[in-house]
């Protein structure tokens, strides 16, 4: 699907021009950095849910330590743009807790905490999708995917991003026919444990605090050191995460 | 080594009968686990540290959001068992983001948030160390082995913990002789790369937040939900992360 072709069928879900100006965003971001199963091909996808495109997420409490938004039936990339933008415009003084209920899909989340950090804000985010990884010994899917993505800003340019799934392989690979839906397992081979329980961790963190439905919980905090430049040095040139 | 031999060790290094106790009961609670490499044999590593057997460590900034502690010259057990004990005594009303300066070692970090567990909180706990994990690609180390933590009160009984460390090996296993140094990569076979990118974005998260040495983030939140019993019916009896 074509940048134009999108961006006609999602104004064709009944999305205003700001929504779609934030999905749009979203998936080129993907489509530029080869996560092509977060890009554009994902309009499609959007197509045969249900949800309002009329929604828009309300931030339900607002201290100083914690924010509460509910993603009511918007699409959940629309909760974190509205979240990303509120914690932009006004960052903590110190450190937040932003628990978002109802707020699926979330997309690739390394966009949203780059975007943090381009803001100079250190941030870590997970969000559950429905159940598809079963436990290590076989059985009913458990959990979901539940990726873990860490921004952090740098001094010297670009921040470092991680963002993992805890899949062997994602979804969207399933519904390419990239992969097998058995192969759709928690990554590490003998060591898929250790996904499996960070899976779990996951899931019920965010689960403890948004809900029954899939949510997300970010944690957003002021650096106060700059530690990007000096390990870029130690590691030689090699690739960090989130580096094109 | 036996728990009264630990317990005598301990005393010996200048330790109060307080720091002896916590000490104590965190390695005999890692025997318990079958957790030996975070058990009675840590004394004798203990004793070729370089600590102060009489410094605590202070709670430096105190907001609702964030609380500061500098771990000092005090071993890092103890900087979070006076953690542990501060946050269950005052409970954050929302969330609390907590960062540790200058705490090493650390322990199995699932015995600290099964503690804010049991007394009712989510924690999600991570923790940096020397660095010993290297590139997929080689070179030399770069993360510690960064393990994340996340424990999740229960309706029905005792708390699910997950405790994950990045390292396919532990150091400890390496120090016994029952891994090669070499084995001290990043866990997860051809799929290395991601739990090397959890390495460095939690090696950065810390750092970003608590500078230069080993420090711990912690972030606590009390629950809204009780997720837990659903997941343990939906596992039909499959082992659950940190059930024994």
Redesign the interface.
């Known amino acids: 699907m074509t940048s134009q072709e999108a961006r006609r069928r999602l104004e064709a879900l009944g999305l205003d021009d700001d929504a779609v100006g934030a999905l749009h965003a979203h998936f080129a971001d993907a489509e530029r950095r080869g996560k092509a199963g977060h890009g554009f091909s994902r309009v499609a996808w959007l197509e045969t849910l249900d949800f309002d495109g009329d929604a828009r997420p309300a931030r339900v ?1 607002a ?4 924010e509460r938004w509910d993603g009511s039936r918007a699409l959940g990339y629309l909760v974190l743009e509205d979240i990303v933008r509120s914690v932009l415009a006004e960052p ?6 932003v628990v978002a209920e109802r707020c699926f899909p979330t997309g690739a989340l390394g966009y949203w905490v780059r975007r943090l950090a381009e803001g100079g804000l ?1 941030a ?1 985010l997970t969000a559950t999708s429905p ?1 598809r990884l079963p ?1 290590p ?4 899917p ?1 959990t979901g995917t539940n990726p ?3 921004g ?2 740098s001094s010297d340019g670009a921040p ?1 991003v ?4 805890m899949g ?1 392989v994602t979804h969207g690979d399933v519904l390419a026919g990239r992969a097998r839906p058995d192969e759709l397992v928690p ?5 898929s444990h ?5 899976a ?6 965010v ?6 439905e899939p949510g997300a919980v970010l ?1 957003v ?1 002021r ?6 430049p ?2 870029r040095e ?3 040139g ?4 989130g580096e094109g």
Request: hydrophobic share 55%.
């Open positions: 409490l201290e100083e330590g914690l903590p003084a110190h450190a937040r807790v250190v870590a159940r436990h010994a076989g059985g009913p458990l873990l993505a860490i952090i800003p470092v991680a963002d993992v799934s062997a990554f590490g081979g003998e060591h250790k996904a499996f329980a960070l779990v961790g996951l899931e019920l963190l689960a403890a605090l948004a809900g029954p944690v905090a650096p106060e050191h700059d530690p990007v000096a390990l130690l590691a030689e090699r690739r960090l995460p």
